[in-house]
């Protein structure tokens, strides 16, 4: 287990969004973190308080979280000297990112001389078997966008959440850093050997009880040129019985492919739906999650509304409103 409470490093992230991972554990584990650590130029804010090395310690910080989730998920050199830094003052260090701590050797030897830990979250644990396609238990719901970084794992937390308020059965399944992060366990899925990615899905979301719901953290597009791979991999493995499509109404392209625009909801709706039909032919589209963070709260409820009328389908901002529609229209299947 990864020692808490967490300071969280955002680094020199170009934007709020680059800075996803600290985010999302400030609003789902807020007691997990102390602070933020930012470093001179950043363009993020969490919200949290800007902390030192030194004050996140003297507050109770044990490990100090890489909360950034940059393009190629790099470690700069600027950043290993924050780094290094914090295994001399006796924190351990947390990262999802590709490019894995136990590669720096320069880290590994910090660790080592200090008693410390490093920990890599996207490194697959276990050896995930091929996937079969054999229909399983229980009911399962994935959130599936018109781009990447767009409030899927939002949905399934709150989606989750809600249902377990109710005193329904439901788990959130992770499988990417952040989730990782929330929980304390998942599948790394973006880290998986492609041939086995919707096995591992199969491995997370095994055999349940009939009324039981897994609703599985969903990653990238299927129409996003980078990450379409592991998008698919969820939804043959994950054998979904429901699909929520998740939105954000003002992006203009791609999250970094500004020569690529975003799919209809229609066209999202109609492929996502067509390709989990495949593995489980009673699927079901039953609403649409939408990321109103950049909308005041009068345009956000022209917006869910107009879109409502249009799709025919439960529409909210799961985060800002509540998951309860959505959790409706799955109690209802």
């Given at each position: 287990m990864i020692p808490t409470p967490y300071l969280l490093f955002l680094g020199d992230a170009q934007d709020q969004l680059s800075a996803k991972v600290a985010q999302g554990i400030k609003d789902w584990r807020p007691e997990n973190a102390v602070g933020q650590l930012?470093?001179?130029g950043c363009g993020a804010d969490i919200g949290l308080n800007d902390l030192t090395l030194e004050a996140?310690?003297?507050?109770?910080?044990?490990?100090l979280v890489i909360g950034v989730a940059n393009r190629g998920g790099v470690i700069s050199q600027a950043w290993k000297d924050v780094l290094i830094q914090a295994l001399n003052m006796g924190f351990d260090i947390a990262s999802g990112l590709h490019n894995l701590l136990s590669d720096e050797a320069?880290?590994?030897e910090a660790a080592r001389a200090n008693g410390r830990q490093l920990h890599d979250v996207r490194i697959p644990s276990v050896a995930y078997p091929i996937a079969d396609g054999v229909k399983r238990s229980g009911k399962r719901c994935l959130?599936?966008?018109t781009d990447c970084s767009i409030g899927k794992m939002y949905t399934s937390l709150a989606v989750d959440a809600e249902m377990r308020k109710r005193g329904l059965k439901s788990t959130f399944r992770p499988t990417g850093q952040t989730g990782i992060l929330i929980t304390g366990s998942g599948v790394?899925?973006?880290?998986?050997v492609a041939d086995f990615m919707a096995g591992a899905v199969e491995y997370l979301t095994p055999d349940n009880d009939d009324d039981h719901w897994d609703h599985i953290e969903g990653q990238g597009s299927l129409f996003h040129a980078s990450y379409s791979g592991v998008t698919l991999a969820l939804i043959h493995g994950g054998q979904p019985d429901a699909l929520i499509l998740a939105h954000e109404p003002t992006r203009t392209h791609m999250r970094g492919l500004p020569h690529y625009g975003l799919p209809s909801l229609e066209t999202l709706r109609d492929?996502?739906?067509?390709?989990?039909?495949?593995?489980?032919?009673a699927c079901e589209v039953v609403g649409i999650s939408v990321n109103t963070q950049h909308l005041n709260?009068?345009?956000a409820i022209k917006c869910l509304t107009d879109i409502e009328a249009r799709m025919g389908l439960p529409t909210v901002d799961p985060f800002r409103h509540g998951a309860g529609r959505l959790v409706d229209a799955l109690a209802a299947m």
């Amino acid at each position: 287990m990864i020692p808490t409470p967490y300071l969280l490093f955002l680094g020199d992230a170009q934007d709020q969004l680059s800075a996803k991972v600290a985010q999302g554990i400030k609003d789902w584990r807020p007691e997990n973190a102390v602070g933020q650590l930012r470093l001179a130029g950043c363009g993020a804010d969490i919200g949290l308080n800007d902390l030192t090395l030194e004050a996140a310690k003297a507050a109770g910080a044990q490990t100090l979280v890489i909360g950034v989730a940059n393009r190629g998920g790099v470690i700069s050199q600027a950043w290993k000297d924050v780094l290094i830094q914090a295994l001399n003052m006796g924190f351990d260090i947390a990262s999802g990112l590709h490019n894995l701590l136990s590669d720096e050797a320069d880290l590994v030897e910090a660790a080592r001389a200090n008693g410390r830990q490093l920990h890599d979250v996207r490194i697959p644990s276990v050896a995930y078997p091929i996937a079969d396609g054999v229909k399983r238990s229980g009911k399962r719901c994935l959130a599936v966008g018109t781009d990447c970084s767009i409030g899927k794992m939002y949905t399934s937390l709150a989606v989750d959440a809600e249902m377990r308020k109710r005193g329904l059965k439901s788990t959130f399944r992770p499988t990417g850093q952040t989730g990782i992060l929330i929980t304390g366990s998942g599948v790394p899925l973006d880290a998986v050997v492609a041939d086995f990615m919707a096995g591992a899905v199969e491995y997370l979301t095994p055999d349940n009880d009939d009324d039981h719901w897994d609703h599985i953290e969903g990653q990238g597009s299927l129409f996003h040129a980078s990450y379409s791979g592991v998008t698919l991999a969820l939804i043959h493995g994950g054998q979904p019985d429901a699909l929520i499509l998740a939105h954000e109404p003002t992006r203009t392209h791609m999250r970094g492919l500004p020569h690529y625009g975003l799919p209809s909801l229609e066209t999202l709706r109609d492929t996502a739906l067509l390709l989990a039909r495949v593995v489980n032919p009673a699927c079901e589209v039953v609403g649409i999650s939408v990321n109103t963070q950049h909308l005041n709260e009068a345009d956000a409820i022209k917006c869910l509304t107009d879109i409502e009328a249009r799709m025919g389908l439960p529409t909210v901002d799961p985060f800002r409103h509540g998951a309860g529609r959505l959790v409706d229209a799955l109690a209802a299947m």
